[in-house]
């Protein structure tokens, strides 16, 4: 069974930087797309980050206009958020998202593909 397990969310003010993380436990990966999304209250998931990798190829993308940036730890089968400059409005839930194959650049925003789910880290940004 793999486990989603977030962290590193909270109450910041509006400019301040946090970095989430993110473990897979339960078995390894030898490729896979694990990616970002955040939901605020009464509005859809939405495609935050991912990093994908087949054997020794990895790659990311992000959607913040270089506010955020995601970052992998292939041997502790984590993912990073780092987020800086935040603002009142990237106040959501954070979830993290495990799919076991690399999937097409194109299809690493769409929740719906996506296996696995973490319980979600709360980041509310106060102005």
């Known amino acids: 069974q793999v486990h989603l397990v977030e962290s590193g969310g909270g109450l910041v003010q509006d400019g301040d930087s946090l970095r989430l993380s993110c473990a897979a436990s339960?078995?390894?990966?030898?490729?896979?797309?694990m990616g970002w999304f955040r939901q605020a209250p009464g509005k859809d998931r939405e495609f935050v980050a991912a990093?994908?990798?087949?054997?020794?190829?990895?790659d990311c993308r992000d959607s913040m206009k270089g506010r955020f940036a995601i970052s992998r730890d292939k041997a502790k089968n984590t993912v990073f958020l780092q987020m800086n400059s935040l603002k009142p409005e990237d106040t959501a839930v954070y979830y993290c998202?495990?799919?076991?194959?690399?999937?097409?650049?194109?299809?690493?925003?769409?929740?719906?593909?996506?296996?696995?789910w973490g319980q979600g880290t709360q980041v509310t940004v106060s102005s």
């Open positions: 998202a495990l799919r076991e194959s690399r999937l097409i650049l194109s299809s690493t925003w769409d929740a719906k593909n996506y296996d696995y």
């Open positions: 339960g078995r390894t990966f030898s490729s896979g797309t």
């Open positions: 990093c994908r990798w087949s054997g020794g190829n990895s």
